[in-house]
């Protein structure tokens, strides 16, 4: 076991995670929401609670205006309010493999396109204006985007630290970041559109807007306590972003809108707060699918947010027992969600919502899944701090803080050293982003910080420069340095571990100890968080263990 002393200087060595922001602004959030006026009218508002009611005491039949509007609903298919996951869908009897259990026309789903930001006079021209205010990613330069072995290094930079939520990117398919919506921002505009539906009466949606949920558990709507009790910096830095985003907006649009005739102006002349913003930023977040849109000139297809009624009830698993399906016909286009698998009675129909972590989760749908496979931590990758770790895994000449030039070259070629560096080639606010690499998840080791402790820990300069990176970033390559390597470069990853754990206030006894007090439905979230992070890192500590074990017994199995 390592020392307190050698922690201490762990500690004291580097920052682990990226400094979280001020909680300055996700208080002002915060007071704003909880603050914001109420109205006779259909308000436009959103707060925190233990409970989500429905927008209305007691909205109109979602099942029956579906099948009424030219949509198909399975007669085993029922609404079920769990006290546990909320609003959701049940089957009343038995459905077999196969079965059709709901099916869209095109005229039902709510969303936004691009050809909305080109509508006429009017409200639907403000409302397109106000879009246009929502900011896209500035552009950066991919160096090395047309090498094949930097296609899984590209790939994991645009899915999970410059997107931090679902785009469902295409491997091997480079991106240009200047011509996507920010990724935590990109259900705003269809948020807008919400917002223009809820405050306009006799909206052809409104049965299924007032079955949406009042409010939600998400964490821009934590206290500032809830907050911090969170304890990883990453999500509470993706929070206070939103809750800063959140808070401009609304003085944007009170700008915009100040001398829009009521005739003209997009929500009825209703006041859009903060608060209202994030209420539809939620909504869109939360039930949102990013689907097929209309057929481009060019053949090809983009992919546009939709809400979906009825089929947003359906809860999330990683072993669903339903698909969604997305027939277009010449003229005819409907979304299907069809069973994968026999539905036994009163069991619920769950979709697999993708393969995210714990952050997402948390911070688009308001919820946190035990023992996620998909879990990670993020880690600045820093050789001051390889230094430490390498030092408690006793390696007696660590040179993570200053490599070779050979292996100064092949960092670069990872992405982890000079101006290649993706994360330092993404400028936020005019600050360059540090690089970042994660524990965890279904490859247990970033391959780019596994390549860069096997490179690092070797003198076989002709050795390294035998394999291609994609052999020194795979975690099932059988030692490609040597065992030697291998085990100290995995010795070096649990104290890396040991570091991460430390960064946490709390430890888990105390986490699970809170969880059986009377404590609030945010303060339960931010606990279980933490805590599966924290669950998460032992995890990968035990798997980095056994395989350390099975090459020692490799090993002296050679040697015998």
Known sequence: MVSSAASKMWTAAVDLFVSSSSSSTTTTFYTSAMAASLTPRRRLTCSASNVAPRLVPYPPDLIGW???????????????????????????????????LIALPDRLPLRWSPQDLDAGDGPGSVLANLARQIPDLPRFNLQTAKSKENCRINNFYLN????????????????????????????????????????????????????????????????????????????????????????????????????????????????????????????????????????????????IPMMLPLIDMCNHSFHPNARIVQEQDAGNSMMLVVAETQIEQDTPILLNYGSLNNDLFLLDYGFVVPSNPHDFIELKYDGAL???????????????????????????????????????????????????????????????????????????????????LNTLMSLSSEAPLGVATEVTAFRTMIALCVIALEQFPSKTMEDESLLKEDISSSAKLAIQFRMQKKLMIIDAMKEITKRIKELSKEKAASQG
């Not at 949509?71 to 049940?90: E, M, N, Q, S, Y």
């Not at 921002?185 to 306009?200: D, V, Y």
């Not at 994360?423 to 005019?430: E, I």
């Not at 002709?462 to 394999?467: L, M």
């Open 66 to 100: 579906v099948r009424r509007e030219g949509g198909f609903v399975h007669r085993a298919i029922k609404v079920r309010d769990d006290v546990t996951h909320g609003l959701g869908l049940v089957a009343s009897e038995g459905i077999p493999t196969g079965s059709e």
């Open 160 to 303: 999970t630290i410059l997107y931090p939520a679902r785009l469902n990117f295409k491997q091997g398919v480079n991106y240009t970041c200047g011509e996507h919506v920010a990724e935590e921002l990109w259900g705003m505009r269809l948020g807008l559109k919400l917002l223009q539906e809820r405050a306009r009466a006799g909206s052809f949606w409104w049965p299924y807007i007032s079955n949406l949920p009042e409010t939600f558990s998400v964490p821009i709507f934590f206290s500032g306590e809830d907050i911090k009790n969170l304890q990883y910096a990453p999500i509470v830095h993706q929070v206070n972003k939103r809750c800063r985003f959140l808070l401009d907006f609304e003085r944007e649009i009170e700008n915009m809108l100040t001398d829009v005739a009521l005739e003209d102006h997009p929500f009825g002349g209703q006041e859009i707060t903060a608060s209202s913003l994030g209420w539809a930023m939620s909504a869109v977040s939360s039930r949102a699918f990013r689907l097929h849109g209309n057929v481009l000139p060019d053949g090809s297809q983009a992919d």
């Open 386 to 468: 390889l230094d430490a770790a390498s030092m408690a895994a006793g390696v007696s000449s660590p040179n993570f803080s200053s490599p070779a030039q050979w292996q100064l070259q092949i960092l670069s070629r990872l992405n982890l050293h000079g101006t290649g560096a993706l994360p330092k080639a993404f400028v936020n606010s005019g600050v360059l982003a540090p690089v970042r690499v994660t524990l965890g998840g279904q490859n247990l080791i970033d391959g780019r910080l596994l390549a860069a402790l096997r490179v690092l820990l070797s003198n076989d300069v002709d050795g390294v420069q035998k394999h291609n």
